[in-house]
Each structure stands twice: as C-alpha cells, then as structure tokens.
C-alpha cells in the first residue's frame, strides 16, 4: 500500500487500486472492513510537495452502541491532501497550527502510505454513536434480552445506592 514518490516526475499520475480486507492490518479498531477498499484519485508532484487527491470506498462493519449487533457503515469518503517531505517538520520549536495546516501531511524517503491515509478516512467516516437503526431498543438492564427481537417482563427499577439510608426516615404527619 505504499506510493513510491520517486516514480512520480511532474504532472499528474491517476490511481487506481483496489485492497482486499485482509490487507489492512487492523487489530483493536472500532470496527472492521467488510468489503474491497477501492481508492481512486491522481498524485501531482511539484518539486518536493505533492497533493494527493481522491476518493476512498468500502463498507465498515460497527457494533451498534445500544444492542451490540453488528451493522455495516458505507464509506464513500473524498480526500485532498498535501504531502511534505519529514524534513520540513521538524518540531524544534513550537508553533500554532494555522488552518491551511490541517490538511498537511508529510512522507520520509520518497514513500506515502496509503494504508494511513484510507485508515484515516475510516475513522473520519464512523459516526458518533454508532446504532444499527435510529429506533434501536438496546439490551434489557435486566436479562439482557436484545429487546429489536424479543420482549422482556423485566421491571427495570434503579435506586441509588447513595440514597438507600433515606428509605428509614418517615415523616410525621
């Protein structure tokens, strides 16, 4: 997944490649690939600066954060980034980051990985709170009954531990 800046001698160079789940390295991620990663665009070098332009396709599979089923994320996500060698940022001194700096990037030895870029753009495609469906029930408190399929008798009654001492005190009356 890497893009080997040195092949690139001005002008621009379309991209078109397609990676297979498995080739994406994810260990502890807030979800998985679920299908191909089509990543299309053109590279433009300029000197030592290049601009990285394109579009990056797959489906995500996240856990709904109320049942805990799965459910797949279409991504459909655009990128513009420009790219510096590691040279220029050096990080001796501490300066404020302006807004033209947030879609900087840099490379070391004439090499981009791409696989951080798509990886990237899958996080920036998550949403929020994942759910399954903007109705979602979630699990009973109590049994743990997905309650999208089934339904419970639980009575889901919750008293604060830190008020239970209350419970002895009557008032007169």
Same mark, same amino acid.
């Given at each position: ?6 092949? #690139? ?17 994810? =260990? ?7 299908? @191909? ?8 070098? *300029?000197?030592? +600066?290049?601009? #990285? ?10 856990? %709904?954060?109320? %049942? ?9 996500? =655009?990128?513009?980034?420009? #790219?510096? @060698?590691?040279?220029?940022?050096? =990080?001796?001194?501490? +300066?404020?980051? !302006?807004? *033209? ?11 981009? *990985?791409?696989?951080? #870029? ?13 759910? %399954?469906? !903007? ?7 109590? %049994? ?11 009575? @889901? ?14 008032? +007169? =009356?």
């Amino acid at each position: 997944m890497l893009l080997d800046l040195s092949r #690139l001698r001005g002008g621009v160079e379309s991209l078109a490649r397609r990676y297979d789940a498995a080739a994406f390295a994810l =260990g502890d991620e807030a979800f998985r690939l679920a299908a @191909p990663v089509e990543l299309t665009g053109e590279a433009q070098k *300029d000197a030592k +600066k290049v601009r #990285l332009k394109g579009r990056v396709t797959t489906t995500l599979e996240c856990e %709904c954060s109320r %049942c805990l089923e799965p459910f797949p994320v279409p991504v459909d996500a =655009g990128f513009d980034v420009l #790219l510096l @060698p590691s040279t220029e940022n050096s =990080g001796a001194a501490e +300066k404020e980051i !302006a807004e *033209d700096d947030l879609g900087v990037s840099y490379y070391r030895d004439d090499v981009v *990985d791409l696989g951080e #870029l798509m990886r990237e753009q899958f996080y920036l495609a998550l949403p929020m709170k994942p759910l %399954c469906r !903007a109705d979602c029930q979630g699990l009973c408190p109590v %049994c743990g009954t997905n309650r999208n399929r089934e339904t419970c008798s639980c009575q @889901p009654v919750w008293v604060d531990p830190r008020l239970e001492a209350l419970k002895s005190f009557k008032t +007169k =009356g």
